[in-house]
Structure formats: structure tokens, C-alpha cells
Nanobody
Framework: QAQLVESGGGLVQTGDSLRLACAAP????????MAWFRQAPGKEREFVAV????????AIADSVKGRFTISSDNAKSTVWLQMNNLQPEDSAVYYC?????????????????WGQGTQVTVSS
């Protein structure tokens, strides 16, 4: 399985921005749908955003629409999650995942390759 490595998390204040990065082995972003999920303590892992293989269509969760954007660079095999106007409820461990095209993009079960996660904490 391709090794996914997230970076860019940290402790910020309400209203700040962060940009998460997910570095993947070469050609991964061209072959797989790439997604971001997050998991807060005591909660289920939830879908945040997905970008189709090759940097095509994107989808964003309603809870972050208008604040978060997902993008990718196939040459660098990297996916980014730009997070603006962060709120305390955005605090979670953020995971990058790679999944087969054609699987339902918003389901955790559609992804079998996960990074180790990066912590995002937003203070009020």
C-alpha cells in the first residue's frame, strides 16, 4: 500500500487558517481518489473532502463548505486541505486517505489506505 504522510496541523485560534498536506508515493494521486477525513475524541471518523484521481472533481462536506478547499498536484503526488476561518468544532485529528475510483467517496469504508493523521486544535 502507498504510504501517506500528513503534515501541517497545529494549534490555532478561532478564525485562523491552516493548510494540511498529504504526501503520497509517485502517481498515487493520479490513480486514486484522495480524501480528507477527521475524527474528534469520542466521535466517529467523518468525511471532510475528496478530490477525484488526476485532480478532477471535488466534494466538500456541508459542515465545512465555503471554508475548506481540497486541491492536488499530480506531479508532486500531494494533496492539500486549505482550512480557513477555523472554529473550535474543527478540532480533530485529520487523516488523508486513498481509495479506488468508483467507490462511494464519502464513506470511510471506501478507503483502505490511510495516513497516520495530523492534529488540528482550534482554541476559542
Amino acid at each position: 500500500q502507498a504510504q501517506l504522510v500528513e503534515s501541517g496541523g497545529g494549534l490555532v485560534q478561532t478564525g485562523d487558517s491552516l493548510r494540511l498536506a498529504c504526501a503520497a508515493p509517485a502517481r498515487t494521486t493520479g490513480w486514486y481518489n484522495m480524501a480528507w477525513f477527521r475524527q474528534a475524541p469520542g466521535k466517529e471518523r467523518e468525511f471532510v473532502a475528496v478530490i477525484a484521481r488526476g485532480g478532477g472533481r471535488t466534494a466538500i462536506a456541508d459542515s465545512v463548505k465555503g471554508r475548506f478547499t481540497i486541491s492536488s498536484d499530480n506531479a508532486k503526488s500531494t494533496v492539500w486541505l486549505q482550512m480557513n476561518n477555523l472554529q473550535p468544532e474543527d478540532s480533530a485529528v485529520y487523516y488523508c486517505a486513498a481509495g479506488q475510483p468508483g467507490n462511494p467517496a464519502r464513506l470511510v469504508s471506501s478507503y483502505d489506505n490511510w495516513g497516520q493523521g495530523t492534529q488540528v486544535t482550534v482554541s476559542s
